[in-house]
C-alpha cells in the first residue's frame, strides 16, 4: 500500500511543479508523468500523443525503503538488465518511518537518486568480480536478452539473474556498496522525534533480538553515552529528553 502511494505521490507532485521545476519553458507540453502498476519502469514521462515520434522520454524505478529495519539497509532488489534502461533512467529509493517511531504517519525522507543503467551495470560488475556467499562459487550471470527500453510485458523477462543465488541476494543495491555513503547520511542527519534514526534503529533491534533486560539497559546507557561525546546532547535539549522517550516506547513495545 505504501509503495502504491509512493508512486501515485510522485506522478501528482511532478505534474503539478511541471512550470516551475522540470518544464519551465513548456517545451514538454506533449508530455506528462504516469504511473505503470506491475511494468517496468513504475513511472514514465509519457507523451500524451499516442502516435508521437518518442513515447517515453524518460522512466523511474521506484523503490522503498523501511528505514528503522532490523538490517540497516534496504533490501529491496533491483534486477533490470543495463540495455533495458535508457541513458535518462533513473532508481528512486524513498526511506520512510512513522512519525512517531511505532505509531503515526508515514513520513517519507529525501531520497537516494542514481542513474538507473549505471545502478544495473554496476550490480552485475560486482556479482562478477566480488561474489557473494550464496553464488557458491559460481559468479555467472543470465543476462535477459531484451535490448529496449521501456519494454511493455509484465513479466519480468527484462531481468538479469544470477545463475546460482541460494540466499536470494543478487539485485540487492545496498548490498554492493554503491549506497553506502547515503545510507550512513540518512541515520547520521534524519531525526524522529528529536533523535537521529541511528539511535532509534538500534534501540529497537534490541528488542528484535530478546536481549535481556540488563544488556537492553546498558546498551541504552551507552546510547546516552554516544550522544553526549558526539556533541549532540545540547542539539537533543538534554539527556534525560532521550531517556524519557525510550521508557515511553520500551512501554509501548512491552504490550505488543
Same mark, same amino acid.
Given at each position: 500500500m505504501l509503495g502504491s502511494s509512493i508512486e501515485s505521490q510522485v506522478v501528482d507532485t511532478l505534474n503539478?511543479?511541471?512550470? *516551475?521545476?522540470?518544464?519551465?519553458?513548456?517545451?514538454? *507540453?506533449?508530455?506528462?508523468?504516469?504511473?505503470?502498476?506491475?511494468?517496468?519502469?513504475?513511472v514514465v514521462l509519457k507523451a500524451t500523443d499516442p502516435d508521437a515520434a518518442e513515447p517515453i522520454k524518460l522512466g523511474?524505478?521506484?523503490?522503498?525503503?523501511?528505514?528503522?529495519?532490523?538490517?540497516?539497509?534496504?533490501?529491496?532488489?533491483?534486477?533490470?538488465?543495463?540495455?533495458?534502461?535508457s541513458e535518462q533512467d533513473m532508481l528512486v529509493v524513498f526511506p520512510w518511518a512513522l512519525s512517531q517511531v511505532i505509531s503515526g504517519n508515514a513520513q517519507v525522507?529525501?531520497?537516494?537518486?542514481?542513474?538507473?543503467?549505471?545502478?544495473?551495470?554496476?550490480?552485475?560488475?560486482?556479482?562478477?568480480?566480488?561474489?557473494?556467499? %550464496?553464488?557458491?562459487?559460481?559468479?555467472?550471470?543470465?543476462? %535477459?536478452s531484451v535490448s529496449t527500453y521501456y519494454p511493455e510485458s509484465k513479466t519480468e523477462e527484462h531481468n538479469d539473474e544470477a545463475v546460482s543465488d541460494k540466499g536470494g541476494n543478487f539485485g540487492r543495491i545496498a548490498r554492493t556498496g554503491l549506497m553506502s555513503r547515503y545510507i550512513d547520511q540518512v541515520f *547520521?542527519?534524519?531525526?524522529?522525534?528529536?533523535?537521529?534514526?541511528d539511535y532509534w534503529q538500534r534501540f529497537l533491534k534490541l528488542f528484535g533480538r530478546s536481549e535481556p533486560a540488563e544488556k537492553i539497559a546498558a546498551s541504552i546507557e551507552q546510547m546516552g553515552k554516544d550522544i553526549k561525546?558526539?556533541?549532540?546532547?545540547?542539539?537533543?535539549?538534554?539527556?534525560?529528553?532521550?531517556? %524519557?522517550?525510550?521508557?515511553s516506547l520500551a512501554q509501548a513495545l512491552e504490550g505488543l
Open positions: 503539478r511543479v511541471r512550470t *516551475t521545476t522540470w518544464d519551465p519553458d513548456g517545451e514538454l *507540453t506533449g508530455y506528462r508523468f504516469v504511473r505503470q502498476a506491475q511494468v517496468f519502469p513504475d523511474i524505478e521506484l523503490k522503498g525503503w523501511y528505514v528503522l529495519a532490523k538490517e540497516r539497509m534496504p533490501n529491496f532488489r533491483f534486477k533490470a538488465t543495463p540495455l533495458s534502461c525522507l529525501s531520497p537516494w537518486i542514481v542513474n538507473a543503467r549505471y545502478a544495473a551495470e554496476y550490480r552485475n560488475w560486482h556479482w562478477l568480480q566480488m561474489g557473494d556467499p %550464496s553464488a557458491e562459487g559460481n559468479r555467472e550471470i543470465n543476462l %535477459s *547520521t542527519v534524519e531525526e524522529l522525534a528529536g533523535v537521529p534514526l561525546g558526539r556533541g549532540r546532547a545540547a542539539k537533543l535539549r538534554d539527556l534525560e529528553s532521550i531517556r %524519557s522517550q525510550v521508557v
